[in-house]
């Protein structure tokens, strides 16, 4: 019996062992008194540690797909072309009033636009969400002397929907 280390088995962190068993290795951890045999243990913070920005800090990193601060989350909607007319609106607005920046901005309208792109029909929103994406391309380009500056000149900028 040799402790390997712990491991979030079943929502809990667990201390999991390795015994060899008929020439094979087997593992297991312990609950209420009993050894519950598993497959061998893999340790997920390694493995998904390489797809975010910031290693070091969590609190730094940003992942896309990974819904940290529920609080924080703008909601998108796409299946209707006026959902889509709304939602690019929305974006706009939380990127003037300086709620976003403009890469969360850009993130949230990529995700739009990469879904659209995956779904079947609905050319008019796909048509509209690219745009939208290859327009906030364009804005990431406008650059200034320091950030207030970048943000008055990507203010200026105006996207039409039709």
Not at 46 to 71: A, M, T
Not at 112 to 117: A, D, T
Not at 120 to 132: D, E, H, I, L
């Amino acid at each position: 019996m040799k402790k390997i280390g712990k491991f979030k088995i079943k929502g809990k962190e667990r201390n999991v062992y390795e015994i060899k068993k008929n020439k094979k290795n087997k593992y297991y951890y312990h609950y209420k008194n009993k050894k519950i045999f598993i497959k061998k243990p893999t340790d997920f913070s390694k493995k998904y540690s390489k797809y975010r920005y910031n290693k070091g800090s969590k609190s730094k990193s940003f992942d896309v797909y990974l819904d940290k601060n529920p609080k924080d989350t703008i909601p998108i909607k796409y299946k209707t072309f006026s959902n889509v007319k709304s939602t690019i609106r929305k974006l706009e607005r939380l990127y003037k009033t300086g709620k976003y920046t403009h890469k969360r901005i850009w993130q949230v309208g990529m995700i739009m636009y990469v879904r659209l792109r995956a779904m079947k029909g609905k050319q008019k929103q796909k048509t509209v969400a690219k745009r939208y994406y290859k327009f906030l391309g364009k804005r990431t380009k406008q650059k200034g002397k320091n950030k207030e500056e970048t943000f008055k000149k990507r203010k200026k900028m105006k996207f039409k929907i039709n």
